[in-house]
């Protein structure tokens, strides 16, 4: 299981990090990110990046977010600046293994166009914004 940190409240404009590790036994992760889900949504992509840096956001956070691996193996963040009201939602950090042809991206892991979403999800950590 991912285990995610970072989550919180703050007030519109303000800035939030959020971190997240994959336990060892896991072995190697191709793509990292995070989704979310807010009450009475679909849940939604928010960012990837995979084991080449390549990054993949959802248009709703672009410019706002930058999500970057950190230093210890298979570990990821994001900067979550500017924030607004909408961006209040559970956010669950998520991995995929490789598979060959893989693409990773906000939609979830892909081969050939077909979707095998995230392999590993965490159990999420809120993130409220208050006006």
């Known amino acids: 299981e991912l285990v995610e940190s970072g989550g919180g409240s703050v007030q519109a404009g303000g800035s939030l990090r959020l971190s997240c590790a994959v336990p060892?036994?896991?072995?190697?992760?191709?793509?990292m990110g995070w989704f979310r889900q807010a009450p009475g949504k679909e849940r939604e992509g928010v960012a990837t990046i995979n084991w080449s840096a390549d990054t993949n956001y959802a248009d709703s956070v672009k410019g706002r977010f930058t999500i970057s691996k950190g230093n210890a193996r298979n570990s990821v963040y994001l900067q979550m600046n500017n924030l607004e009201p909408e961006d209040t939602a559970m956010y669950y950090c998520?991995?995929?293994?490789?598979?060959?042809?893989?693409?990773?991206?906000?939609?979830?892991?892909?081969?050939?166009?077909?979707?095998?979403?995230?392999?590993?999800w965490g159990k999420g950590t809120q993130v409220t914004i208050s006006s």
């Open positions: 060892e036994w896991i072995g190697s992760i191709y793509c």
């Open positions: 998520v991995a995929a293994r490789w598979r060959d042809g893989a693409y990773c991206s906000t939609a979830g892991l892909s081969v050939g166009g077909r979707n095998y979403g995230m392999d590993y």
